[in-house]
Each structure stands twice: as structure tokens, then as C-alpha cells.
């Protein structure tokens, strides 16, 4: 059963990736089924098969929000929501999920289900410009495994949400750059996400590199992780 889940996967990673190297051919109307068809395989995809990498990195989870933990009725922007992957690691909160792919909707409400302390809503456009949202009004601003997804990282860090001594709390992938953009919501695994956090102005940063284990998708092991304070 396993060994056949897999080969429809694999079947499915390589007709997006075709239909992704042929879409500039045809009209726009082929790219918007493109675009929806690789928004409902990367949600699908990322709530029934990422158990393992959770796994992974909920030790690196518990420490990453270990002081968002001492807060309560705070306002928290995620930016890349998933499925709501890092609500159990929140205190009671309420959280403006800002993320294009509104496939998420669904997955969200059953994450939700078992997370009574948080308070959701979901905005479905991409966190370039968080003009809805008033300058300096939450708290924290969390984004894990997306800056490799934003299409533009710098304009995303230079949003001016985050309250003064606000935080900005974020991990991503970096390593390679292959047919997982075209797969997995245009994760870019080569931008350089650290370099754009250091030069977006923030009064500290503090931020490392380190390696999960991921086999057999050993290209996105090496992770960045860190918290920038406003």
C-alpha cells in the first residue's frame, strides 16, 4: 500500500513539473488549473506525509517559542500558515494566518479543533504587503519553512507589523534548488533567507544553521533558525 501511495505521488510530482515547463504556451486560464492543481497537492501532501519531519523538529520548536510561551492574549501573524503545524506550541493567542494558498482553509479547521486556546482567521494573499494589518499592532511575527516560498523576502521582513521590541521568529530550508520549487509552493531551497534577515534592519539578531535529519529528502536538511528582535 505504501509502495503504491508513492508511485501516485511520484506520478503527480512529474505531471505538475510538465504542465509547469509548458504552461507559458497556453493561455492563462491553463496556468490558473496549474496553479490551483499544485496548491492542492503541496496541502495535501504536507498534512497527510510531513509526521516525521514534525517529529524532527519539535525539540528546535520548543525552544524557538519557549518566551512566546510566558505571554497570554497576544496577537501573533504567521506568515505561511500550513496546516497550523505550530499552534500547540503557542500560548492562547489569536493568530492572522497570512498565506495565498487557500487550500490551507480546510486543514486549518482541524488543526483548530484540538486547538481551543487559539483564535484564527485566514487571509489569502501573500505577506509582500500586510497593509490590512496596523503598523506595529501584534506582538510576534512567526514564518517557519516559507521565506524559501515568498516571492519576495526582503519585502516581506521590511513589513512594519511587529510591535516595538516585537519578534520576529522564523526557520528555513537552503541547500538546492530543483524540481521541489516547482512541487512543494515554490520553496526556493537556495535563497539566502539569513542574509536578507540581517539586512532588514532589525536591532537584533540571533541566528544559526543546523542539519535535521530528513532521509531520504537529505536536500533539505540543512535548516536556518533564529528570532529578530524589532
Known amino acids: 500500500m505504501t509502495s503504491t501511495i508513492i508511485v501516485i505521488h511520484d506520478v503527480i510530482l512529474k505531471f505538475l513539473s510538465l504542465l509547469s515547463s509548458i504552461k507559458t504556451q497556453f493561455p492563462q486560464k491553463l496556468e490558473s488549473i496549474v496553479t490551483s492543481l499544485r496548491q492542492k497537492h503541496f496541502a495535501w501532501t504536507f498534512y497527510y506525509f510531513s509526521g516525521p519531519y514534525h517529529k524532527e523538529m519539535h525539540k528546535t520548536k520548543l525552544e524557538l517559542f519557549r518566551d512566546l510561551k510566558h505571554n497570554i492574549d497576544i496577537e501573533i501573524v504567521e506568515v505561511g500558515i500550513g496546516p497550523g503545524c505550530n499552534f500547540s506550541y503557542y500560548p492562547r493567542c489569536m493568530v492572522t494566518c497570512v498565506d495565498p494558498n487557500p487550500e490551507w482553509r480546510r486543514f486549518l479547521k482541524k488543526t483548530l479543533a484540538n486547538a481551543p486556546h487559539v483564535r484564527a482567521t485566514l487571509v489569502e494573499q501573500g505577506a509582500e504587503d500586510m497593509a490590512f494589518i496596523a503598523?506595529?499592532?501584534?506582538?510576534?511575527v512567526v514564518t517557519t519553512a516559507a521565506l524559501c516560498s515568498v516571492q519576495d523576502a526582503d519585502a516581506v521582513?521590511?513589513?512594519?507589523?511587529?510591535?516595538?521590541?516585537?519578534?520576529?521568529?522564523?526557520?528555513?530550508?537552503?541547500?538546492?534548488?530543483?524540481i521541489w520549487y516547482y512541487t512543494v509552493g515554490y520553496c526556493d531551497l537556495m535563497r539566502h533567507s539569513g542574509e536578507a534577515i540581517a539586512r532588514a534592519g532589525f536591532s537584533l539578531v540571533e541566528q544559526r544553521y543546523f542539519?535535521?535529519?530528513?532521509?531520504?529528502?537529505f536536500f533539505t536538511n540543512y535548516h536556518l533558525v533564529g528570532v529578530a528582535m524589532k
Open 135 to 140: 503598523d506595529g499592532s501584534v506582538s510576534a
Open 211 to 217: 542539519h535535521a535529519n530528513l532521509f531520504p529528502m
Open 157 to 178: 521582513l521590511l513589513e512594519h507589523v511587529c510591535a516595538e521590541h516585537g519578534s520576529f521568529t522564523y526557520w528555513g530550508q537552503t541547500l538546492a534548488k530543483s
